[in-house]
């Protein structure tokens, strides 16, 4: 687990490494986006995103500008880019912002289609 806290945001923010088969758990159920903060270009070029995903640019994210879904911190948002390596920063930057939630896929869409799961690009 990665302690990931802002002082007077959220106390105990945190982002966690989850496996495909545990994102599968959370996929498309209530109260959980899923964020792929890669450029359009590299989900197409690559392995696609996870369906439903948001396409949210890691820099807007560090930044805090995030759509009006993201208003609500309470949501559980899981990051997932190629590998994995974005995703965890991009997990860290979410809950520097203050989502209480927030989960990266280890090993990203790779692990998501070894898993046998789609994509789209």
């Known amino acids: ?67 009006p879904a993201f208003a609500d911190r309470s949501i559980h948002v899981v990051t997932s880019c190629q590998a994995g390596p974005m995703a965890a920063r991009a997990a860290a930057a979410f809950a520097r912002l203050g989502f209480a939630r927030v989960s990266w896929i280890d090993g990203g869409t790779q692990a998501w289609v070894a898993a046998g799961l789609p994509t789209v690009r």
């Open 1 to 67: 687990m990665t302690s990931c806290t802002n002082a007077g945001v959220v106390a105990n923010s945190t982002a966690t490494a989850i496996t495909a088969a545990e994102a599968k758990g959370h996929h498309g159920r209530a109260g959980v986006e899923f964020v792929d903060p890669r450029p359009a270009q590299a989900i197409a070029a690559t392995t696609g995103k996870i369906p439903g995903a948001r396409v949210i640019a890691l820099a807007d994210i560090e930044a805090g500008r995030l759509p």
